[in-house]
């Protein structure tokens, strides 16, 4: 059975910090793309960050210069560190594996960013 669990999220103040974690299970994890996404309210779900299996990232513009995806093969997980935080990214933040046709999401964790 494949889990991910994502964690660390809350709630920061603009300028904060903060680093979502997810751990995999059921899966040979270093061979897969991992990747963050979010969801605000009332918006489509967005890539952030992705991660090959060869280390090989790519940023949404928007968050190129604050956020640093990184990932632990030995752990079987995927990170984000998150600096200079802003209300807008206020958002559901969600894991995802993924290879070839398979695809895999985490049950999501809250960031919020607020004064």
């Known amino acids: 059975q494949v889990q991910l669990v994502e964690s660390g999220g809350g709630v920061v103040q603009p300028g904060g910090s903060l680093r979502l974690s997810c751990a995999a299970s059921?899966?040979?994890?270093?061979?897969?793309?991992m990747g963050w996404y979010r969801q605000a309210p009332g918006k489509q779900r967005e890539l952030v960050a992705i991660?090959?299996?060869?280390?090989?990232?790519n940023y949404a513009d928007s968050v190129k210069g604050r956020f640093t995806i990184s990932r632990d093969n030995d752990k079987k997980t995927v990170y984000l560190q998150m600096n200079s935080l802003k209300p807008e990214d206020t958002a559901v933040y969600y894991c995802?594996?993924?290879?070839?046709?398979?695809?895999?999401w985490g049950q999501g964790t809250q960031v919020t960013v607020s004064p």
């Open positions: 991660i090959s299996s060869g280390a090989s990232i």
């Open positions: 995802n594996a993924k290879l070839a046709g398979l695809a895999y």
């Open positions: 059921g899966i040979t994890f270093s061979i897969y793309v």
